[in-house]
């Protein structure tokens, strides 16, 4: 009898999201229904996969009255069922602050499975319903993933106010807890006890000064990403993010990853979860929420699809979009190096965006326009890391005359002849062998269409290029940024300089650190190879012989340890030991 009633409720879930599966993709910002044609109230919120279902957490809200924590399910990420509230708010308010009680607030719900105890453990923000004072947390826990959830206890963690708060489950089962603290103006970040419910002792301010919150946070490959707001309140800001190879250690805040129109209010939302999407390399959704400040309850939500295929954090804007996007999102791929003879696309580190043509100006583009796409074949020259780049569809060559850049027939002068200089990474900067000038879009730009020029090497971001190949043609060794990326480094202390002349020195620069080479003697290139103890190459590049000074940036590519650089030239050789700490 059990069995039949639980079959019947199976079938009667499939037959009545089946009827009502209204939704195919998903568009940003729009009027949300769940599967009874209701209006999603789900803010602030989380979703986790489980046995082929998304479950979608958030806050339930009436105006500014919270109901207590939704919870949705779907199959697809387009058509959600809502299911009883995973908690409904119960009890009487305590002087004590132990409750979680009609009138009390509770925002940005998350939602972890502890394998070790059995349990989901949810965590919210609390606020004692009267204003934003008491910055605490309030956790749950449940033996099954849609509750009822059971009311622990509420707290501030290790003593610290917390606000704006996510949580994050690695992949070794560790749990952390983030939060907006010391009034908002840094970020907490505390690993949780095994059972998940309250904070160890081991914990980390991060991006201090930075006033950021709205914290969610992700993993790809062995690199952590922090995806952040700043503090506006209900009204939206430019989005933050931050990179991390050691998730208590240093983080390193990158660019706004917004870069279509309207980028300086994050598309008009605030942060609240990355998704991971099931069965999908890479494949991650920025999940945002729209907020009506005179109406919580009814804002709106904006999920868009995050790519990483810069090896950095990029939004793009669609009106509407389904999860077919992820199928192309990784088609052009990292070279691991360039092998003269084969084909590349160069795509601007500073937008993501594919070096093109569009009638004759040269641009960077949204890509998988192959109409505008440019691809090249790099021919040698005698020089290592020299190359003339030769246009596939044309066959002309890219050349920097005089007039700027242009694609021409094959000639001998040098103007047709780029210097590719390896930076962290694995970006490039490309300079035009006749001038020092480099390949830079234009007014470091973010836009589709913003034009690509040659300006004075100025060693900026709007000047690097990663050399990338089109995976639906080609099979090169793909760079595998994602696997052996980095522990941040954050500070770097040098040993020993073994002769004047040639100074290597470190200087740490917004948590960067770099390599500076300065009163070089002589004009002739000069290869610098930074080994570790163990004698393996880590880093290599040449300084072009125009060059009187030349800065590496190399955050984010080196593990702790003890390194040698060793820079010759034909009139020198010189090695240096430096530690980074
Ligand atoms: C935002 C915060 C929201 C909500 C709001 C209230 O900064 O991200 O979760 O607390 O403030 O003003």
Redesign the pocket.
């Known amino acids: 009898m059990k069995k039949a009633l639980f079959i019947l409720s199976f079938v009667s879930f499939f037959v009545s999201t089946a009827s009502a599966a209204a939704y195919t993709k998903i568009t940003p910002g729009e009027n949300w229904l769940d599967t009874d044609g209701n209006f999603i109230n789900a803010h602030?919120g989380c979703v986790l996969y489980e046995n082929g279902y998304y479950y979608l957490f958030g806050e339930n809200r009436t105006v500014f009255y919270s109901n207590g924590i939704s919870c949705y399910k779907s199959a697809d990420l387009y058509n959600w069922k809502k299911l009883p509230l995973a908690y409904t708010v119960q009890g009487v308010q305590r002087e004590d602050l132990q409750d979680a009680a009609p009138g009390r607030l509770f925002?940005?719900p998350k939602v972890m499975y502890n394998k070790s105890t059995g349990k989901y453990v949810m965590y919210t923000?609390w606020e004692d319903g009267n204003n934003?004072s008491y910055a605490r947390v309030a956790v749950f826990y449940s033996d099954k993933i849609e509750g009822p959830y059971t009311f622990y206890k509420t707290y501030r963690p290790n003593g610290h106010d917390s606000?704006?708060q996510t949580t994050f489950l690695d992949e070794d089962g560790k749990a952390y807890h983030f939060c907006a603290t010391n009034m908002n103006t840094d970020i907490n970040v505390a690993l949780l006890n095994e059972d998940y419910l309250d904070p160890s002792l081991s914990e980390t301010l991060i991006l201090n000064g930075r006033s950021m919150?709205?914290p969610a946070i992700t993993r790809v490959g062995d690199t952590y990403f922090g995806i952040f707001?700043g503090?506006?309140?209900?009204t939206p800001n430019a989005v933050r993010s931050a990179m991390s190879g050691s998730i208590l250690g240093a983080w390193t805040e990158l660019t706004n990853p917004a870069i279509d129109a309207k980028s300086s209010t994050t598309y008009d939302s605030?942060s609240n979860y990355i998704l991971k999407v099931n069965g999908k390399e890479n494949a991650y959704v920025y999940m945002g929420d729209r907020?009506n400040s005179h109406d919580p309850g009814s804002s709106k939500y904006v999920w868009l699809p995050l790519n990483f295929r810069s090896g950095y954090p990029f939004i793009n804007w669609y009106d509407s979009w389904d999860l077919s996007i992820f199928d192309n999102m990784y088609r052009y791929k990292r070279a691991k190096s360039i092998v003269a003879g084969n084909t590349y696309a160069l795509l601007a580190r500073i937008s993501n965006r594919l070096f093109s043509r569009d009638g004759s100006n040269f641009v960077v583009s949204v890509d998988d326009d192959d109409t505008k796409n440019l691809q090249f074949v790099f021919e040698a020259t005698s020089t290592s890391n020299l190359y003339k780049l030769k246009e596939v569809k044309s066959g002309n060559y890219l050349e920097g005359g005089t007039g700027g850049l242009a694609l021409n027939a094959k000639n001998t002068n040098i103007t047709q002849e780029w210097t590719f200089s390896k930076q962290a990474n694995n970006y490039y900067y490309i300079t035009n062998r006749s001038r020092n000038q480099a390949l830079s879009v234009d007014g470091s730009s973010v836009s589709n269409g913003a034009g690509v020029v040659l300006q004075v090497k100025a060693s900026s971001m709007n000047q690097l290029f990663g050399v990338y190949f089109d995976s639906k043609s080609f099979e090169y060794e793909e760079d595998n940024f994602f696997k052996n990326t980095p522990s941040t480094v954050s500070s770097i202390e040098s040993v020993k300089q073994d002769k004047p002349g040639v100074v290597i020195f470190p200087s740490m620069n917004n948590g960067d650190f770099q390599i500076r080479l300065t009163n070089r003697t002589g004009n002739n290139p000069i290869n610098l190879k930074m080994f570790d103890l163990n004698g393996m190459k880590v880093y290599e590049t040449i300084i072009s012989g125009d060059e009187s000074s030349s800065t590496i940036q190399l955050s984010n590519i080196l593990a702790k340890g003890m390194y040698i650089v060793n820079a010759k030239s034909k009139d020198f050789s010189v090695n240096q030991k430096f530690i980074v700490k």
């Open positions: 602030g925002e940005r923000h934003y606000r704006d919150e709205a707001s503090c506006t309140g209900w605030q907020w």
